[in-house]
Nanobody, 129 residues
Framework: QVQLVESGGGLVQSGGSLRLSCVAS????????IAWFRQAPGKEREGVMC?????????VYEDSVQGRFTIYRDSAKRTIYLQMTYVQPEDTAVYFC?????????????????????WGPGTQVIVSS
């Protein structure tokens, strides 16, 4: 059974840091690109960042996180991380990880959720000002 489980969310002060984890099971995660999405209250889900199956390339979907967030993966731990630094109140959202629908290849250019299938339940991040 394909499963993705996020963790690491919580309450953090503006300007602080947080690391989210996405643990994959039930499939060979090394064959798939994985992306992080987020959904703020009252807003649509949006793509944040994506990393290729090899871990060599990443794509930023949300311009506001450029230079603040980093995505990386640890094959041995079957885990994809989202390192968040200098967080701002507008980063408050539920964060999800998702598996790209097709194997290998580049991350999708536009970060639309339609390119991704299996999703985790999400982890809540709240940034206080």
């Amino acid at each position: 059974q394909v499963q993705l489980v996020e963790s690491g969310g919580g309450l953090v002060q503006s300007g602080g840091s947080l690391r989210l984890s996405c643990v994959a099971s039930g499939f060979n995660v090394d064959n798939y690109n994985i992306a992080w999405f987020r959904q703020a209250p009252g807003k649509e889900r949006e793509g944040v960042m994506c990393i290729t199956s090899s871990g060599r390339r990443s794509t930023v979907y949300e311009d506001s996180v450029q230079g603040r967030f980093t995505i990386y993966r640890d094959s041995a731990k079957r885990t994809i991380y989202l390192q968040m630094t200098y967080v701002q109140p507008e980063d408050t959202a539920v964060y999800f990880c998702a598996r790209k629908r097709s194997l290998w290849g580049p991350c999708p250019e536009d970060g639309g959720s339609a390119d991704f299938d299996s999703w985790g339940p999400g982890t809540q991040v709240i940034v206080s000002s």
